[in-house]
């Protein structure tokens, strides 16, 4: 049986590429980032934090790995060969055990071999503070890593509008601005509010989609597609 390990940019494998086995891994959650307000004569401090929206600083993601390279000159061989790929770069980063996300950081790799057989290498990584949705809303859906217990399917691509068209989306814990392409000039409802279309592709700042399910409803004929990546923590 293959060991488990991590893919990166979809072509390479810490274990099928690199011959990398995981010992250990520490998967970091990020600090959010808070709004305080100092209130002369008063306790404390006035949290804004809520009002603004949670935002996050990057978050660390360490693998501790360790290969059998026999030798001395296979050691720095493997070193210069994984050191090219990835230290310093930003790269896509999918684990095996996870793969319905995909991490974004950049890399670091620090070496230490003690004896001819072994050696030890750990990869870190500075990633953004959401793992982000392997497929967005306008890609085709993959079976083999949707999580069928806690997975959603979201596919907003290529909608007819024929006079009126409701269209729920449901969001993820990760707030994001949809990309809304119309064929036509349409008009779009959403909380409340009536915003233009314009042919081709349209970003609202006012529509932002978060967590929950969501309405929006187009009024004109052609075709609409909502695309937007989740993410979570």
Same mark, same amino acid.
């Given at each position: 049986?293959?060991?488990?390990?991590?893919?990166?940019?979809?072509? %390479?494998?810490?274990?099928?590429? /690199?011959?990398?086995?995981?010992? +250990?891994?520490?998967?970091?959650?990020?600090? =959010?980032?808070?709004?305080?307000?100092?209130?002369?004569?008063?306790?404390?401090? $006035?949290?804004?934090?809520?009002? /603004?929206?949670?935002?996050?600083?990057?978050?660390?993601?360490?693998?501790?790995?360790? *290969?059998?390279?026999?030798?001395?000159?296979?050691? =720095?061989?493997?070193?210069?060969?994984?050191?090219?790929?990835?230290?310093?770069?930003?790269? %896509?980063?999918? $684990?095996?055990?996870?793969?319905?996300?995909?991490? $974004?950081?950049?890399?670091?790799?620090?070496?230490? %071999?003690?004896?001819?057989?072994?050696?030890?290498?750990? &990869?870190?990584? @500075?990633?953004?503070?959401?793992?982000?949705?392997?497929?967005?809303?306008?890609?085709?859906? $993959?079976?083999?890593?949707?999580? /069928?217990?806690?997975? *959603?399917?979201?596919?907003?691509?290529?909608? +007819?509008?024929?006079?009126? &068209? =409701?269209?729920?989306? *449901?969001?993820?814990?990760?707030?994001?601005?949809?990309?809304?392409?119309?064929? =036509?000039?349409?008009?779009? +409802? /959403?909380?409340? #509010?009536?915003?233009?279309?314009?042919?081709? #592709?349209?970003?609202?700042?006012?529509? @932002?989609?978060?967590?929950? @399910?969501?309405?929006?409803?187009?009024?004109?004929?052609?075709?609409?597609?909502?695309?937007?990546?989740?993410?979570?923590?």
């Amino acid at each position: 049986m293959t060991p488990l390990g991590i893919m990166f940019d979809d072509e %390479k494998h810490t274990y099928d590429d /690199f011959g990398l086995r995981i010992t +250990a891994i520490n998967i970091g959650f990020p600090s =959010a980032k808070t709004s305080k307000i100092d209130i002369p004569g008063a306790d404390g401090y $006035l949290d804004m934090t809520d009002y /603004f929206g949670t935002r996050y600083d990057t978050r660390k993601l360490t693998i501790e790995c360790d *290969v059998e390279d026999k030798n001395y000159y296979n050691w =720095a061989g493997r070193m210069s060969q994984i050191s090219n790929y990835l230290h310093g770069k930003r790269r %896509k980063i999918v $684990l095996d055990w996870d793969n319905g996300f995909y991490y $974004l950081g950049r890399g670091s790799c620090e070496y230490d %071999k003690d004896n001819r057989v072994y050696s030890e290498i750990t &990869l870190k990584f @500075e990633c953004d503070p959401y793992k982000y949705d392997l497929t967005a809303t306008d890609e085709d859906w $993959l079976w083999d890593p949707f999580d /069928f217990e806690e997975g *959603v399917i979201r596919e907003y691509g290529n909608q +007819a509008v024929d006079g009126t &068209l =409701a269209l729920t989306v *449901v969001g993820s814990p990760m707030p994001v601005v949809p990309k809304i392409i119309v064929s =036509a000039d349409m008009q779009v +409802a /959403f909380s409340g #509010e009536s915003y233009r279309l314009k042919t081709g #592709e349209n970003y609202l700042p006012d529509i @932002e989609i978060k967590e929950g @399910e969501h309405v929006l409803i187009f009024t004109g004929h052609g075709t609409v597609t909502v695309s937007y990546r989740g993410g979570s923590l």
